[in-house]
């Protein structure tokens, strides 16, 4: 376990990739492998399976503290972090107790916690917040929460793993796909150079495309790229081998429940096919919004009403494995002739572009498509992992933007803590300001702090943490779509919202009305 606290202070410690990939490498390589594959599922950002959730962790803290949890609260506002905040007030002992190996402390005492009752898990807490180092703590509480924000992407990991292996970085990131449970035994076999691993549901790692910058000076030569429609869904690849089929988000979810449809119309295609596309709601043969497909994500029983109220399928785009055989390495030409001979989903329709200005002149279309631009694939390329630049590209239509007025302000996580950073803002409604979003991310950092003084000399109250202001200052917020919502008190939700500048040529008296933004709803 010290061994693992070692390593994330000295991933903490450094902002250098090739650091961190170091880091990890001689950790992986050092470590026993009933230690190593809980490691790996920690750094991951995976939670330990407990019945321990955060209120109750944070609840039983200020129990051994004596402290009132407002403070609590107050304090990890200020601090960005819940696990350390909690290992910074408990402060240092003078003789802590060492902590046993890692594989042995999960298996041993987090994973029973499942079968004790809550007071008996809160004595077991108070027993190591009494017991060991600031650091010891800071891992145990990550292992409740997830989610360690190290710096440590799942490309590095792949890195220091496939570097301990001595396998390329594709086959490593192949054979994490997917689900796994922590055992030394996953852990020996990922390491295994000459080892068949059980495929048969596994997806391929995912190709992404670039954003486009400048089209003019990209795509010179029409005839060399394959352009489609970029649809707005849910990225996923569909898998059936040995008679079985799969279907995999993005986000390496196995999503099969949510979408038994699919898998009935998957079941028509030949063994040894994978096809990468975009989950879609269609119904009478259009592709609905995404507001329709929203309203079967995340389910894990779904009605027959649900089915005929918004029936789902895969717009087809890419042909991954063809008669059991991996056909990434050939050309996107090849691979798109091989999947027009499958017909079970319908396939993305090919825009017939022959110069800048008609892409240009279609593109602008694209909203009352219900598209979000293009997708521009080089008919040359073969299918890569991640996103490298150059062979595929997204060139999406310019976002929706609104005038908004900010009304509360609240402090941010992590090195945004000591900074209001989370805006709330507003739109007229008649003569009083309504919120209508929340946005985080756009400004500079020295328009940041800039604002951040203005908000700390300009507040009107305090609740908690977040702090309203003087109606004075409008931003332009751009989002990429919008949907009535019953939850909102302006009855929309904004999707994507982001700060795209500071409008300080603007008075509050200028920004947009309620009525202005629930046109775009049309």
């Keep these: 376990m010290e061994r693992l606290v070692e390593l994330l202070r000295s991933l903490d410690q450094t902002t250098s990739t090739l650091k961190k990939v170091e880091h990890l490498r001689c950790y992986f390589q050092d470590a026993a492998p009933e230690d190593a594959c809980w490691g790996l599922y920690i750094i991951s950002g995976q939670k330990i399976p407990t019945k321990v959730n955060r209120t109750f962790l944070h609840e039983a803290f200020c129990e051994f503290l004596g402290m009132p949890?407002?403070?609590?609260?107050?304090?990890a506002y200020h601090v960005g972090d819940s696990s350390e905040t909690m290992a910074l007030l408990r402060g240092p002992l003078s003789n802590?107790?060492?902590?046993?190996?890692?594989?042995?402390?999960?298996?041993?005492?987090?994973?029973?916690?499942?079968?004790?009752?809550?007071?008996?898990?809160?004595?077991k807490l108070h027993e190591w917040w009494g017991r060991y180092d600031e650091s010891v703590l800071f891992l145990i509480h990550k292992c409740f929460s997830g989610n360690l924000r190290m710096g440590v992407s799942k490309s590095l990991l792949i890195q220091a793993l496939a570097q301990v292996a001595g396998i390329d970085k594709e086959t490593m990131n192949f054979r994490l796909m997917g689900d796994y449970k922590p055992t030394p035994e996953f852990y020996e076999n990922l390491l295994v150079q000459n080892i068949t691993i059980e495929r048969k549901s596994k997806p391929y790692p995912y190709y992404l495309a670039s954003p486009v910058e400048d089209a003019e000076e990209e795509f010179k030569h029409w005839g060399d790229w394959c352009v489609e429609w970029k649809w707005d869904g849910i990225r996923a690849q569909v898998i059936k081998r040995d008679g079985e089929v799969f279907l995999w988000s993005r986000g390496e979810e196995l999503i099969n429940d949510s979408f038994p449809e699919v898998l009935a119309q998957a079941m028509h295609l030949p063994d040894g096919t994978v096809i990468d596309g975009e989950l879609l709601p269609f119904k009478d043969g259009k592709v609905l919004s995404f507001n329709d497909l929203q309203t079967r994500l995340n389910r894990k029983k779904v009605s027959k009403k649900d089915l005929e109220t918004t029936p789902i399928s895969i717009m087809a785009y890419d042909l991954l494995e063809w008669d059991g055989e991996d056909i990434r390495y050939k050309p996107l030409r090849e691979r798109r002739e091989l999947l027009e001979k499958i017909d079970v989903f319908p396939h993305s329709e090919l825009v017939h572009v022959g110069s800048i200005e008609e892409a240009k002149s279609?593109?602008?279309?694209?909203?009352?498509?219900?598209?979000?631009?293009?997708?521009?694939?080089?008919?040359?390329?073969?299918?890569?992992?991640?996103?490298?630049?150059?062979?595929?590209?997204?060139?999406?239509?310019?976002?929706?933007?609104?005038?908004?007025?900010?009304?509360?302000?609240?402090?941010?996580?992590?090195?945004?803590?000591?900074?209001?950073?989370?805006?709330?803002?507003?739109v007229w409604k008649d003569e009083e300001l309504?919120?209508?979003?929340?946005?985080?991310?756009?400004?500079?950092?020295?328009?940041?702090?800039?604002?951040?003084?203005?908000?700390k000399r300009n507040t009107i109250e305090k609740f908690g943490p977040v702090r309203s202001v003087k109606p004075?200052?409008?931003?332009?917020?751009?989002?990429?779509?919008?949907?009535?919502?019953?939850?909102?008190?302006?009855?929309v939700a904004l999707r994507f919202p982001r700060i795209l500048r500071w409008r300080k040529d603007k008075k509050p008296e200028d920004a947009d009305t309620l009525e202005d933004v629930k046109k775009f709803l049309s």
């Design 69 to 75: 949890m407002w403070l609590f609260k107050e304090s």
């Design 96 to 123: 802590p107790e060492h902590p046993p190996a890692l594989g042995e402390f999960v298996e041993k005492e987090l994973l029973t916690l499942k079968t004790k009752t809550p007071e008996e898990i809160k004595a």
């Design 362 to 426: 279609l593109r602008v279309t694209s909203r009352e498509r219900g598209v979000e631009g293009f997708m521009l694939k080089h008919w040359e390329s073969p299918y890569q992992v991640g996103r490298k630049r150059g062979q595929w590209w997204k060139w999406k239509i310019d976002p929706l933007t609104i005038d908004c007025v900010l009304l509360y302000a609240q402090s941010g996580t992590g090195r945004r803590s000591s900074l209001y950073t989370d805006y709330t803002l507003a």
């Design 434 to 455: 309504i919120p209508v979003t929340k946005a985080y991310s756009g400004l500079t950092d020295e328009e940041l702090a800039s604002m951040d003084n203005w908000i």
């Design 472 to 491: 004075e200052h409008v931003f332009e917020i751009a989002f990429e779509g919008i949907n009535v919502s019953t939850r909102h008190k302006a009855g």
